[in-house]
């Protein structure tokens, strides 16, 4: 956990550690609002509450915490949250807003926001715990091209640059930045790259023939209906490691809804090919967060491969996403490796060892904004001939189901 405090801190010691998952979750996991876990309260007294703070920004629950325990922290670490927490509320404010901006803009173009305030409006009992910095908007492939258009005739800025990089990986989204300073994630696609598309059995065009409307900052958007919304939910956060609380947070908040059944989440995952990824995030938020309205019968339902859900929760024990750094751990790489079918998840799971081993550290560099390197979007490559080429191809697409 070194990486996640100054220069001038030590790491935990195994006991704090444990102390810090307790505080954490008994903060994030859903219970009486208006009254301090006695546990958390208790163990704060003894725990080096600044680490606390670091912890609350990398899992992203600084408003669960802060509204938790508030009156137990030290003055200084309670006002170090809050102004964490007010600059999240505003950033929130900010992307609700820019809703309206963008329905606007894009006039007859069908879209659908996804994650953040799909979440925060639909599902969580308390919207203010969920912040977001960016918004995620999904129109149909064969809208993307005049979706793109009609944003930069509004005076949005397309980021993306590596046209010929985009086009190899069929990358499913654009950068835009909008004129109010909102990153807006713009998706023809809820998977980002074709290798982990063919995976599963994700189509646009399903998404918005299932799509519901929900109010947010005072227009009607269209998002996904509750069982898209669990399966994107899992899938996306298996894709990027699992090892948020937020996530967990997030799977928390739609099984307390009580939206959808488990026979009929079940077939849904089954029919886009996402059992394992659901059962492996749904097995690790129910450890984590102690969730009672989950069974295991219930987790039976979704199936999945036994062995594979079995080395996870293995993987879970020795390597708790809580005691995990920054820069990576085995429960991260598991999640990501996690695929449509356990021989594929094996085979990832492998390659991403042996890729660690090699490296020696868990860390993987993350290129994505460095425009001076090749694999990242604001790489100059291609020019218009590629930027025609990328958004034809994903015309072509047609919404088809893969």
């Known amino acids: 956990m070194t990486a996640q405090y100054g220069p001038h801190d030590t790491p935990p010691r195994r006991g704090d550690a444990r102390a810090f998952e307790s505080v954490l979750v008994a903060c994030v996991r859903e219970h009486d609002w208006g009254q301090p876990p006695p546990d ?60 309206r901006h963008l329905a606007s803009a894009l006039e007859s173009t069908a879209w659908l926001v996804v994650k953040g305030p799909a979440l925060a409006r639909g599902y969580y009992r308390r919207a203010e715990l969920r912040s977001y910095g960016d918004l995620d908007v999904l129109v149909r492939p064969q809208d993307f091209s005049e979706a793109v258009a009609r944003l930069e005739g509004a005076g949005y800025t397309l980021l993306d640059r590596n046209w010929l990089l985009l086009r190899r990986r069929m990358s499913g989204e654009l950068h835009v930045m909008s004129p109010r300073g909102v990153l807006v994630d713009l998706h023809w696609d809820l998977t980002n790259d074709a290798a982990t598309r063919k995976s599963y059995a994700m189509s646009a065009q399903a998404f918005f023939e299932r799509a519901e409307r929900l109010t947010i900052a005072g227009i009607e958007a269209l998002v996904l209906d509750p069982l898209d919304t669990v399966v994107h939910t899992a899938v996306h956060a298996a894709r990027s490691g699992g090892d948020r609380l937020v996530w967990l947070k997030d799977l928390e908040q739609l099984i307390l809804s009580g939206r959808f059944t488990w026979p009929d989440l079940a077939k849904r995952s089954a029919e886009l090919h996402a059992q394992l990824a ?4 749904l097995h690790r938020m129910r450890a984590v967060l102690g969730t009672e309205n989950i069974t295991d019968a219930d987790l039976h339902l979704l199936g999945g491969s036994r062995p594979w859900l079995a080395v996870g929760r293995l993987v879970d024990r020795l390597s708790p996403i809580l005691r995990a750094g920054a820069d990576g751990s085995l429960a991260r790489i598991f999640a990501r490796s996690t695929r449509s079918d356990s021989g594929a998840a094996a085979v990832e799971l492998g390659r991403r060892i042996v890729a660690r081993a090699r490296r020696g550290t868990w860390p993987q560099e993350d290129h994505t904004w460095d425009p001076a390197h090749p694999d990242s979007p604001l790489y100059e490559s291609g020019g218009r001939e590629g930027r025609v080429a990328f958004l034809a191809a994903v015309s072509a697409i047609q919404g088809e189901r893969r």
């Open 40 to 99: 958390a309260v208790r163990l704060l007294l003894g725990l080096d509450q600044r680490r606390l703070v670091a912890l609350a920004e990398r899992h992203r629950v600084v408003s669960a915490v802060l509204l938790s325990a508030g009156d137990a922290l030290l003055p200084p670490i309670r006002q170090r949250l809050r102004l964490l927490s007010r600059a999240d509320h505003l950033r929130t404010l900010q992307v609700e807003n820019e809703c």
């Open 278 to 281: 659901v059962s492996v995030m």
